[in-house]
């Protein structure tokens, strides 16, 4: 059986404040195949990497009085958020601002070094990863809220295309997955040229934004994506699909893994990949069967709920602390 890859999701994020430059580089030096960057898009269209375009939560944003006016609050796929958004400034006001810990709770030594690093456009990631991966360390770009951001003017394929193509991306020389949880943009990305692999992303619950927007309350299901016949429906049009753990591990009602899953043998069947999301050692994220009781932020056992992933046959396993990753999964 071929070991799954190891991205490193959000760069090193357990250890460093995610999206920061110490979280890419700590992950480079862990070994990891690829790194996982996600992009918005800034109001003078530079794609930022930043995992919402709220950022209140990964930001010192809150903290900085000149721009305490454009707090506000937006319905984004659905979802009502209050703070501050990256399409309401420049790059050159975003370059201002410093990472910070999303769960400083959780993860107080990354919270340490809060404030250290600023804020990348995906181009510096782009640059950090080709030079110091060596040509053999790939890049896992998802691309987020690509309906809202189309909605308010931008042609997100074509913003991520030519940055692929100026960074020297786009023409396979270089390991390249491009992920969404909307399987339109994919498809626009692919329509530009981009030579890469094409990885949709689902959810356990909900649907796309993409089909919301377009098929109302009729929009398909992620849910009805992963069954055989919604696979059917991906096969030539997407590379791989990218699920949440718990979908692969399938807990009963006492919180233990079972076999009832039968996402990866039927995608393998057609020809498709699976990715998981997002394998993290602390008890708040380990499902029940593998947690300790020393708290939330305590490491459990999360060496056998990742060996469960492992011996299953997943393609590929994004990990917020990429030294465990690669200690586990390429051993």
Known sequence: MSRPLVIGHRGASGHRPEHSRSAYELALA?????????VVISRDGVLVVRHENEISGTTDVADRPEFAERRTTKTIDGVEWTGWFVEDFTWEELSTLRCRERLPALR???????????????RDVLDLVRVSGGGRVGVVLEIKH????????????????????VA???????????????????????????????????????????????????????????TPDGLDALVGAVDGISVPKR?????????????????????????????????????????PQFRSGLGRAAHGDWRSEWMLLRDAGVDGVFVDHPDLGVSLFHS
Not at 108 to 120: C, N
Not at 149 to 158: E, L, S
């Open 146 to 165: 690509a309906t809202f951001f189309a909605d308010i003017g931008w042609d997100v394929a074509a913003l991520v295309a030519a940055e692929l193509a």
């Open 108 to 122: 107080p030594g990354s919270a340490a070094h809060d404030d250290r690093d600023p804020v990348l456009r995906l």
């Open 247 to 287: 979908m692969l591990l399938a807990p009963d009602a006492l919180g233990r893994a079972t076999d009832r899953s039968r996402i990866i043998p039927d995608a393998h069947d057609r020809g498709l990949s699976v990715f998981t999301w997002t394998c993290r050692p602390e008890n708040a994220f380990l499902i």
């Open 30 to 38: 862990s070994g990891v195949d690829a790194v996982e960057p996600d």
């Open 168 to 226: 020297g991306w786009c023409e396979g020389a270089l390991p390249l997955t491009v992920e969404s949880f909307e399987q339109t943009v994919l498809a626009d990305v692919r329509a530009q040229g981009v030579v890469a692999s094409f990885v949709y992303l689902l959810e356990a619950s909900g649907s796309p934004a993409d089909l919301v927007a377009r098929d109302g309350a009729d929009a398909p299901t992620y849910a009805s994506v992963a």
